[in-house]
């Protein structure tokens, strides 16, 4: 892995440290979520043992600020590996979704939530600040993408660099940001966000699946070989590795169905804190993979535009 510092590029550098920052954006989430099972009051400062229902809850704790950031930074160092392969274009996808499980919340489910009000039977509820905040973040996200996909837009026009994947990207962003905004503010579909997406519920549920379900046919992709021209291919070891990974992630998400459809069998048991957990590690354990089979890439060339 090692390279002569001279013959490092500045694109080099940059993908190396991307890819590293996925891992690391991962240790600082799962060290959030495990201090703040562990701390039951930090002011003043006491321990115990008191695991969150699930990562998503981290929301409702003091280390909500770190879910939040840990969730958008992942967003923007996707969105920042981005190129022309179709591996790159399933993390474009994911790059939609991720700021959401940040900005729309789940149910609560912890006693520690801040501000928690029990919740009717059978029925998922937040705070009203809550919804309000998760409001303003819909807002905020849906003008977001909405300047993203035109400046995108211009620049391929003004640069005459058509890009399919692109287009597709945009159009898939462009839906999710109309469909979620329409759940969070028209009036005739709004009376329960952000538990109204039919039929499957909760909003922050679907995209989460989302997430890790176009996520894990990106290792199936890596398992058949390089994806680009100058790409280090991966050895049989690591390939094997990436089909573990997709099969492992793929079994975790069928759990995870299974503890949100049967949480009243798993009583106590943090069943969506061990699933999510699950999933979060096999991220991470993929991009560090990644990082140390494509260390010596040169410029990708999927980022570089195609020649007439």
Known sequence: M???????????????????????????LLAAVTLQSVVVTWQPLQFGWHPLASISHAFYTPVRDVFVGSLIAASV??????????????????????????????????????????????????PGGAIESAKAGVAVYAIAVAATVVVTAVIRARTRTPNRAAVLVSVIAVVTASVVSALAFVPSLNDRFPFNFWPVHSIHFVVTLAFFGVFAAVPLLYAGG??????TPPTPRQRATYRWIAGLLIADLVFLVTAVLFRQVFGETPALLIGEAAAL???????LLQTFQRWNDENPPSILAPRS
Do not use: Y
């Not at 694109?11 to 600082?28: D, E, I, N």
């Not at 390089?226 to 790409?231: D, I, K, W």
């Not at 590690?281 to 993929?286: D, E, G, K, Q, S």
């Open 281 to 287: 590690l096999l991220f991470a354990w993929f991009w």
């Open 77 to 126: 160092a996707l969105l920042a590996l981005s190129g022309r392969t179709r591996a790159a274009t399933l993390l474009d996808v994911c790059a939609v979704f991720a700021p959401l499980i940040a900005i729309v919340p789940t149910g609560i489910a912890d006693s520690r939530a801040e501000g928690h009000l029990p919740c009717p039977a059978a029925m998922d509820c937040i």
């Open 226 to 231: 390089p994806l680009e021209p100058g790409e």
């Open 2 to 28: 090692a390279a002569s510092p001279v013959s490092v590029t500045t694109g080099q550098k940059t993908h190396r440290c991307l890819r590293l920052s996925l891992v690391l954006v991962v240790f600082a």
